[in-house]
């Protein structure tokens, strides 16, 4: 018997309408979708993108939805990454293709990886069908272009002790879940003596989307910063 494949499917950062085509035409065909949670009592965002997609296909399908918490633990984190991939792999040795939903695109800071990596690729194929990533749509909302000509874009997933060293090569600065530091990121950015605009994107594409100049005060987690030296 053949193998399934492993796909990962990025969804974009939000909104249906930013699924790309060939996206929807897996999720309408594939017999299998994991679609992650971050806690078991948390419905998967993912796959509230996705559910406009599903309705109305013509096949069922059979729906994984293993928690991947957002835990410091590295050891425990293993053991959620562990059984998913477990999970998956009894279906791809089946012959079922199984489609991996993750926010934004499957190739930037995302659980797919991790996934990929413990199922391994000896065996099985692997294809992964691109997204709208959450700073270019975050830039979109926000009316901005993040680069021209020979301009720097530094994309950084944290605040920590780094950052300022970064921000001396930076154009423009996309710095991703800015609410949970945004008293030492202003700091940060004060430091820099440089002009500055300085926008801030929470829960893109989402119904509660919003956009603000400045730094985030709220603890929201899908908080974007975007600042654009100039």
């Not at 897996?26 to 979708?33: A, C, E, G, R, S």
């Not at 990533?133 to 605040?159: H, Q």
């Amino acid at each position: 018997m053949n193998h399934g494949k492993l796909i990962g499917i990025g969804v974009g950062p939000g909104n249906p309408e930013y699924l790309t085509l060939k996206a929807i035409k897996t999720l309408k065909k594939v017999p299998v979708i994991c679609s992650p949670r971050s806690a078991k009592s948390r419905p998967s965002v993912a796959l509230s993108i996705v559910a406009s997609s599903l309705e109305d296909r013509d096949t069922a399908y059979e729906l994984l939805d293993p928690v991947f918490p957002m835990i410091e633990d590295q050891e425990a984190l293993h053991d959620y990454w562990d059984e998913a991939a477990r999970d998956v792999k009894k279906r791809l040795e089946k012959g079922l293709d199984v489609a991996f939903i993750t926010l934004g695109d499957p190739t930037v800071y995302s659980t797919f990886s991790y996934l990929q990596k413990k199922i391994g690729t000896d065996k099985f194929k692997v294809e992964i069908i691109p997204g709208v990533t959450s700073f270019t749509g975050c830039a979109a909302s926000a009316n901005l272009s993040l680069g021209e000509k020979d301009e720097i874009i530094v994309i950084i997933p944290k605040v920590d002790q780094r950052l300022s060293q970064i921000l001396e090569l930076a154009d423009t600065a996309v710095i991703m879940k800015t609410s949970r530091h945004s008293k030492e990121l202003e700091d940060i950015i004060a430091s820099d003596k440089r002009d500055k605009e300085i926008i801030s994107v929470q829960n893109c594409g989402m119904i509660d989307e919003t956009i603000v100049k400045g730094f985030v005060q709220d603890k929201k987690y899908l908080s974007t910063t975007i600042v654009k030296f100039q």
